[in-house]
């Protein structure tokens, strides 16, 4: 059965194409930096949002329009695995993730969820045989269930411990079992709402148990894929553990677990925590655990997580600056997730904001190695830090000074001249790029 009938393969067709169902910018062939734009971009498609929700939110009912809806329970699983697999050969995409919950409904017990998951895995497994696309990575839903009120690996009940522990042995397998590469552990309700009757140090000591447990097991199967966090601040709980890259790594570093981790950050999640998106990439990128992307972006007038499909060019410019610095993203990608909105309800949405995000992604990429290779901001850097290139700045770098001999230094200053930041002409300079990158100039 075909579920987007109405919609043929997208194809590149260039900048000036009006066809709704065509790339703009994203030419997947097209080489940058000796990797062509599949290569380098590496799209993945988020299944809770494509293929799972039904775009209700809290004020009113789902609005989607989906065939695979017609069905319920298994049926209904099964007919959005044939419905995927039509979706990521019609945009030929290289990937796709999952949450376990969003491929097979939970049973009414842990058993039988874990057999709905194993028909499906199965199914999935048949049709990647003859798909280009893969698995980007899985996790599984710790958070939905009423189960998980206190938590998960977090929880003050042992149970529930067990159980989340007993989810994430049957995710290890089913990501090795289809090839993930990568595993990405989104702690949902990994945090409090009060410290009345929260004791904040257990709970981060299991959390950090339940990481090693879960290092152990992946070794003990053979799954080799890289370990991710993914960070948020907020929503749900009022205090999240994972708040932020920052909050993450010193987490990890307490633990004795930054060897095993990089972290998979989301646009909107950075936002949230008061960052730019381009800052939680830059603080990953840094510390050596940039790993993944969660591509999206959150409303300026809106204060939650409202997973929009990325189209804003100079966000999407600086992030790829960050992720060209890093020198790509390993075995990462980027994971459009993101949602159509509530009155996108058709499935030709689905298409179009994809489209929109992928034309927007590469646009980033185009601009951002232009700036790269220009070395527009590295230069506008070395030329501010310049101070400890020689003579005391010198010394302070290599720690070859103390406060004695920079107090000497001092004394001897007469007026200590500043210059210009120059953000303003900084900015100006991106606007310069990203409008000639696509005017022939």
């Known amino acids: 059965m075909a579920y987007f009938n109405s919609v043929e393969k997208i194809k590149y067709e260039g900048a000036r194409s009006s066809n709704p169902f065509a790339f703009k910018f994203y030419n ?32 009113g009912s789902g609005t989607a329009i989906r065939k695979w809806d017609n069905y319920s329970e298994m049926d209904k699983a099964k007919a959005r695995v044939e419905a995927a697999f039509e979706f990521f050969e019609k945009l030929s995409v290289p990937y796709f993730c999952f949450h376990d919950v969003d491929i097979a409904p939970e049973g ?31 996790t599984v839903n710790n958070f939905t269930h009423p189960r998980f009120v206190h938590g ?43 410290l009345l009757n929260t004791n904040m140090k257990l709970e981060q000591d299991n959390l950090a148990r339940f990481f090693q447990m879960g290092i152990d097991y992946a070794k003990e199967i053979g799954f080799d894929a890289q370990f991710l966090i993914e960070p948020k601040p907020k929503e749900p709980t009022t205090h999240q553990y994972d708040f932020d890259v920052a909050t993450g790594l010193s987490f990890l570093q307490k633990y004795d677990l930054k060897d095993h981790f990089k972290f998979n950050i989301e646009a909107n999640h950075a936002t949230l925590a008061g960052h730019t998106f381009e800052h939680e990439l830059h603080t990953a990128r840094i510390n050596g655990v940039l790993g993944s992307v969660d591509a999206n972006q959150g409303h300026p007038l809106l204060g939650w997580d409202t997973d929009e499909f990325p189209t804003d060019l100079y966000s999407t410019t600086l992030a790829m600056y960050e992720i060209i610095k890093n020198g790509g993203l390993g075995s990462g990608g980027l994971n459009f997730d993101a949602k159509v909105r509530r009155g996108s309800f058709t499935p030709e949405d689905l298409f179009h904001a994809h489209i929109a995000g992928m034309d927007s992604f590469a646009v980033g990429l185009k601009v951002a190695q232009k700036l790269y290779d220009d070395r527009v901001l590295e230069s506008i850097i070395d030329e501010r830090y310049s101070s400890f290139d020689s003579g005391i700045g010198k010394d302070i770098v290599e720690g070859t000074t103390d406060f004695h001999k920079l107090e000497e230094h001092a004394l001897q200053l007469g007026e200590i001249e500043n210059q210009s930041g120059q953000v303003e002409r900084i900015k100006s300079v991106i606007n310069q790029y990203l409008l000639t990158s696509y005017a022939g100039e």
Do not use: C
């Open 28 to 59: 997947p062939e097209e080489v940058i930096n000796g990797k062509s734009m599949e290569e380098y971009l590496r799209f993945g498609i988020a299944y809770w949002h494509t293929f799972t929700a039904d775009l209700s939110d809290p004020f």
């Open 108 to 138: 009414n017990s842990l058993r039988e969820s874990n057999e709905n998951l194993d028909t499906i895995v199965s199914m999935m497994k048949d049709y990647m045989k003859d798909s280009k696309t893969k698995l980007l990575w899985n």
């Open 152 to 194: 998960a690996a977090s929880s003050n009940n042992a149970d529930v411990f067990a159980y989340s522990a007993a989810k994430v042995k049957k995710g290890l397998e089913v990501g090795k079992e289809l090839g993930a590469e990568n595993y990405v552990f989104w702690g949902g309700r990994e945090g409090y709402e009060s």
